[in-house]
């Protein structure tokens, strides 16, 4: 099962000090500093950060979306169906149950998943 902790967008460099913070053996500054910039919640920090320690995070809601459908393409498959059925509304949340992101992040990698009108 995917979670915030692995989609929710985080800005690199925002990564890249909570890594120093870490390496320096502060691991309360590591998890403010994914706080700071991203919609993660600070419940889904410490995950965020034991992922971040194996590999980055997604910086985009495009990232995330990708991350997604590597990790999770079942889900992805139904957030597909239903934005093709047009069913925005009930994607946003359903995305939020399964995963628990944000708001912000969950209309992010929806608007990422839905296809342009041609």
């Known amino acids: 099962m995917i979670t915030a902790a692995v989609i929710t967008p985080v800005p690199r460099d925002q990564q890249q000090t909570a890594l120093r913070h870490l390496a320096d053996g502060q691991k309360t500054d590591a998890l403010k ?7 993660l919640s600070p419940a889904h920090a410490p ?5 971040l320690r194996k590999r980055n995070l997604p910086v ?3 990232e995330a979306a990708a991350v ?3 990790h999770d393409p079942a889900l992805r ?5 239903l934005l093709s059925a047009g069913r925005r509304r009930e994607a946003l949340i359903f995305l939020r149950g399964a995963t628990g992101v944000g708001v912000v992040t969950a209309r992010r ?7 342009d009108p041609a």
Not at 77 to 81: A, R, S, Y
């Open 60 to 62: 985009t809601a495009d």
């Open 109 to 115: 990698i929806v608007a990422s998943l839905t296809p």
């Open 68 to 70: 997604l459908a590597e």
């Open 33 to 39: 500093a994914l706080l700071v910039g991203s919609d």
């Open 47 to 51: 995950a965020a950060l034991a992922v």
């Open 77 to 81: 498959q139904v957030l597909h169906g």
